[in-house]
């Protein structure tokens, strides 16, 4: 990653902001989005301090035209672009029947659109430098959870479009890789949308018994180091995955029950 150009969508917290510090570790220039202007700030601050270069960009992925500024201001600074990482993303929990669809659409704007924005104006420069675009997926996009309506179907979305863009680039050196966490320790189920679109404010699951954030971010730079093309991780998100396919029915069942058990479950 040394004096490659990394652009980290949703890079003020979670898997975003510990990508910035794994990839800046490794020599990478970073440039990092986000909403909040003190947040990434902040953020940018902590990576200057270890020694990282860092350019921060007040851009909400779902706006197309924050997308092109977030490139013209990359290339302003470092000229050039290698590495796209797609990880800007909000969830939702609520029952499709209460759902208010505003906040579908909302998921929707920013975790698939918010994709293809990026990627459309980046893939020019990622064509000419043969570099890597990476999707931040999750095993969502693998099985579809209850509750989880919009944020399963975005990721669904994600995971087809960059299979398509892959096959698309794949004789003219580009890698294309879909990185699915699983359970992942991150404000993403705290930020995570209700039936009317307030925040749930608080996690219905044991943060502490989760993969760290910093830890599927390595990963993520590994997979990327050696171009792989998907990447799931965690035992029980590899079981999933595995069994969604040979048993999907029994699935059906199974993830019922666990979401069933859930911490307020909308179920009861």
């Known amino acids: ?31 990092i989005t986000g909403r909040n202007e003190q947040t990434l700030q902040e953020v940018a601050q902590k990576l200057s301090s ?28 470092f000229g050039k672009i290698d590495v796209l990482i797609n990880n800007a993303g909000i969830s939702m929990r609520a029952l499709f029947n209460d759902l208010d669809l505003a906040v579908f659409k ?3 704007d920013i975790n698939f659109y918010g994709t293809v924005y990026a990627t459309k104006y980046c893939l020019p420069h990622i064509l000419q430098s043969k570099g890597s675009i990476i999707g931040i997926s999750s095993i969502n996009g693998y099985r579809g959870t209850p509750a989880r309506t919009a944020y399963s179907a975005s ?13 698309e680039v794949m004789k003219k050196g580009v890698h294309v890789l879909v990185a699915c ?6 404000n993403i189920r705290n930020a ?15 943060e502490a018994k989760m993969m ?14 050696q171009r792989k093309r998907d990447m799931v991780l965690t035992t029980q998100g590899k079981l999933a995955v595995f069994l969604n396919k040979w048993i999907p029915g029994i699935m059906d069942t199974i993830v019922y029950n666990q979401m069933a058990k859930e911490k307020d479950s909308p179920f009861k």
């Open 1 to 31: 990653m040394k004096n490659k150009v990394i652009i980290i969508t949703g890079g003020s917290s979670g898997i975003g902001k510990a990508c910035a510090e794994v990839f800046g570790a490794a020599g990478g220039k970073i440039a």
């Open 50 to 77: 270890q020694g990282i270069e860092v350019l921060p960009i007040v851009a909400d992925v779902s706006i197309e035209q924050d997308c092109i500024r977030m490139i013209e201001e990359t290339l302003k600074k």
């Open 106 to 108: 909302k998921v929707m």
């Open 155 to 167: 990721k669904y979305a994600m995971q087809g479009f960059m299979e398509s863009l892959r096959t």
């Open 181 to 186: 966490p699983g359970f992942t320790t991150s």
């Open 192 to 206: 995570a949308l209700l039936a009317d679109g307030r925040p749930q404010g608080e996690s219905p699951r044991e």
């Open 212 to 225: 760290s954030a910093e830890e599927v971010a390595r990963h993520i730079l590994k997979a990327t180091q």
